[in-house]
C-alpha cells in the first residue's frame, strides 16, 4: 500500500483541480523508471483510467494507481509535500529504498 499525508493530500486535491480532474475520483498514478543520479527516479502524474496492470489503492481520499512492476519498489512508501520557502515540493519516504540522492527524487535498493 502507499500512503498519502495530509499535506500531500490538500496539495494533490488543489494540483488535480487546476488540471482539470477530479480528485475524488480520478487517480495518482505513481511510478518508478530508471534514471536519476541513484539508479531509479519517482514519477507522479495524473491519470482519468485505471490500467488492466495496476494496483490500486485509496489513502486520505485520494486514489492511487501503480502499475505492478512499479509496486515492487514502492510498497509502504508514504507521499508527502513539504511546501514554503525551504519545501522541496513532493518527497517520497521509502522504506525500501537503500541510498538516496541529494535531492530525494532518485533511489536505488
Known amino acids: 500500500m502507499i500512503k498519502v499525508s495530509e499535506q500531500a493530500r490538500t ?15 480520478d487517480y495518482v498514478r505513481v511510478g518508478v523508471k530508471s534514471g ?3 539508479g531509479l527516479s519517482y514519477e507522479l502524474k495524473f491519470d482519468k483510467d485505471q490500467h488492466d496492470n495496476d494496483k490500486v489503492f485509496e489513502d486520505n481520499n485520494i486514489k492511487i494507481a501503480v502499475n505492478k512492476s512499479s509496486f515492487l519498489y514502492l510498497a509502504g512508501t508514504t ?5 514554503g520557502l525551504n519545501g522541496k ?13 541529494g535531492c530525494g527524487e532518485s533511489f536505488s535498493l
Open 36 to 38: 536519476g543520479c541513484s
Open 11 to 25: 496539495k494533490l486535491i488543489s494540483l488535480m483541480t487546476e488540471e482539470g480532474y477530479d480528485a475524488f475520483k
Open 89 to 101: 515540493g513532493f518527497v517520497f519516504q521509502n522504506p525500501n529504498a537503500q541510498r538516496t540522492c
Open 79 to 83: 507521499l508527502e509535500y513539504s511546501g
